[in-house]
């Protein structure tokens, strides 16, 4: 399983752009690159999704680097309702046997 | 994507009782998932439940504990047994979804226990 390595805390303002690097070293060639939101007392909300260069959405931005080892989630111009965590997985999404796992997440505050 | 509804959304439960959680899926799908999340942590993964078969656990879990049923496409339910205070967490299912060509995974709203 690919294991991803997050900023544990990060803080912004509003109106600010919020880039969110993740880290997945060992990426396996079938793996996607996955987003997650969640506000307390919520399940996780899907964001975005990519396997390679951009990626975007009405939300956000995905990029990846060429050697797909890393991935940056860009939120354009945050406001107050940002303020939540933000998971980043890998896994396979071709239809393999993808057993998605949690890292510890990245705490966004944004500040007025 | 996947609209997914849990019940229920929160319970008070006392220590030895048993709970069980439904989720349910708008569509069908074949592979769910049952999360724990206790508070302030990340979420981990109790069990993948696939329709007409047996339910594989993740380490530290086992069937005894949580028992799960997926009786049909669209449901599945999560028991926890013996009930205590540690078992105080949010549940959370989620399902395997197609999205643009790819797997997704999409989750339910969540139960939150608490054991007294």
């Known amino acids: 399983l690919a294991k991803t390595t997050q900023p544990i805390s990060m803080d912004s303002y509003e109106g600010q752009e919020v880039n969110i690097t993740c880290s997945h070293n060992n990426i396996a060639t079938n793996d996607y690159i996955t987003w997650y939101q969640q506000f307390p007392s919520q399940g996780p909300r899907f964001i975005i999704q990519?396997?390679?260069t951009k990626v975007t959405n009405e939300v956000a931005s995905l990029f990846i680097p060429a050697d797909r080892k890393s991935s940056t989630l860009s939120l354009p111009r945050v406001s107050l309702s940002d303020t939540a965590v933000y998971y980043c997985?890998?896994?396979?999404?071709?239809?393999?046997?993808?057993?998605?796992?949690f890292g510890r997440g990245t705490s966004l505050i944004v500040h007025p | 994507s996947a609209v997914i509804s849990q019940k229920p959304s929160r319970d008070i439960c006392q220590r030895g009782t048993s709970l069980t959680i439904q989720c349910q899926v708008d569509s069908q799908v074949t592979m769910m998932f049952w999360y724990r999340q206790q508070p302030g942590q990340s979420l981990t993964l109790i069990a993948t439940a696939n329709q007409g078969s047996e339910a594989t656990y993740e380490s530290g879990f086992v069937i005894d504990k949580f028992p799960i049923s997926r009786p049909n496409l669209t449901f599945s339910t999560l028991t926890v047994s013996n009930m205590s205070p540690e078992d105080s967490s949010i549940y959370l299912c989620s399902v395997e979804s197609s999205r643009e060509g790819t797997d997704t995974q999409y989750f339910g709203p969540g139960t939150r226990l608490t054991v007294l």
């Open positions: 990519g396997y390679k």
């Open positions: 997985l890998v896994g396979d999404g071709s239809g393999g046997s993808y057993i998605p796992t």
